[in-house]
């Protein structure tokens, strides 16, 4: 199984700001993918983070709103834009391993005031 | 639409006895994944048991179970001598063309 280490583990943020979480796995994974999990809710999958190309979002959700980044097979970030209290949220990283099988970081809370 | 559906928002179980969660799925494939993952209050998503839904045999992993039905769409989870530490949400997971779908998840407490 893959070692991800998710950054901030949780923050509280002002309305109109943006936070940007980091993903670090500890092998060279080919799909990486987002998720947000709202108060009491199931998980949701924002995207999809292609190596070297876009983003593949999921109905729902854009690129203005929720950018990522994937520079290479280790590393992604993604950012939740100008906040409002309805994107608190846990927001968690996943990486496919052998057999389909999801690993998951320990996710960010955010908080929005 | 895939969809995953886990029925009881809430179960309970006394510490050592048996409790099975339910899911239901939606699909159209005939060859697909099945996962339980269990969330305690951590966060972190914690793999407990995969499906390969071409095999009949269920899925075993140490006290954990399934029970799977492929006629039906069922995937039930059985946790044997049930622990404290057993206490978490759990959610059915459909794998669809590299994507989970997740059920609403089964909030899970053990009584000592």
């Known amino acids: 199984s893959a070692v991800i280490s998710q950054k901030p583990s949780r923050d509280i943020c002002q309305r109109g700001t943006s936070l940007t979480i980091q993903c670090q796995v500890d092998s060279q994974v080919t799909m990486m993918f987002w998720y947000r999990q709202q108060p009491g809710q199931s998980l949701t999958l924002i995207a999809t983070?292609?190596?070297?190309?876009?983003?593949?979002?999921e109905s729902g959700f854009v690129i203005d709103k929720f950018p990522i980044s994937r520079p290479n097979l280790t590393f992604s970030t993604l950012t939740v834009s100008n906040m409002s209290p309805e994107d608190s949220s846990i927001y968690l990283c996943s990486v496919k391993g052998l057999n389909e099988k999801l690993f998951f970081g320990s996710g960010t809370q955010l908080s929005v005031l | 639409a895939q969809t995953v559906t886990q029925s009881q928002p809430e179960m309970s179980v006394q510490e050592a006895e048996t409790v099975t969660l339910s899911c239901t799925y939606d699909?159209?494939?005939?060859?697909?994944?099945l996962f339980w993952y269990k969330q305690p209050p951590s966060r972190q998503m914690i793999l407990v048991i995969r499906?390969?839904?071409?095999?009949?045999q269920n899925a075993t992993e140490n006290r954990f179970s399934v029970n799977f039905q492929k006629a039906a769409k069922s995937f039930s989870l059985k946790i044997s001598d049930s622990q404290l530490g057993d206490a978490a949400m759990y959610f059915c997971a459909h794998h669809n063309t590299d994507k989970l779908i997740f059920g609403t998840g089964t909030r899970l407490q053990v009584f000592p």
């Open positions: 499906q390969e839904a071409y095999k009949q």
């Open positions: 983070a292609n190596q070297g190309s876009e983003a593949t979002y």
């Open positions: 699909t159209s494939e005939s060859d697909y994944y």
